[in-house]
C-alpha cells in the first residue's frame, strides 16, 4: 500500500514539473489517500499484535 503511495506522489511530482497541474492534483489527492489508509492499516496491526501477546 505505501509503495502505491509513492509511485502515485511520484507520478504527482513529475506532472506538477511538466505543468499538468490537474493531473498532478489528481495524483496528489490519491497518494495522501493511500497513504492514510496504510497508517489505518499498520495502527490497526500494530494493535492486534500487542494484543495476542498478552
Do not use: N, P
Not at 28 to 36: D, E, H, R, T, V
Amino acid at each position: 500500500m505505501l509503495h502505491y503511495a509513492v509511485v502515485f506522489f511520484v507520478i504527482a511530482l513529475i506532472a506538477a514539473l511538466f505543468g499538468f497541474g490537474g493531473i498532478a492534483a489528481g495524483a496528489a489527492g490519491i497518494a495522501k489517500i493511500l497513504f492514510i489508509v496504510f497508517l489505518v492499516m499498520a495502527l490497526v496491526s500494530f494493535v492486534m499484535g500487542l494484543i495476542r501477546r498478552t
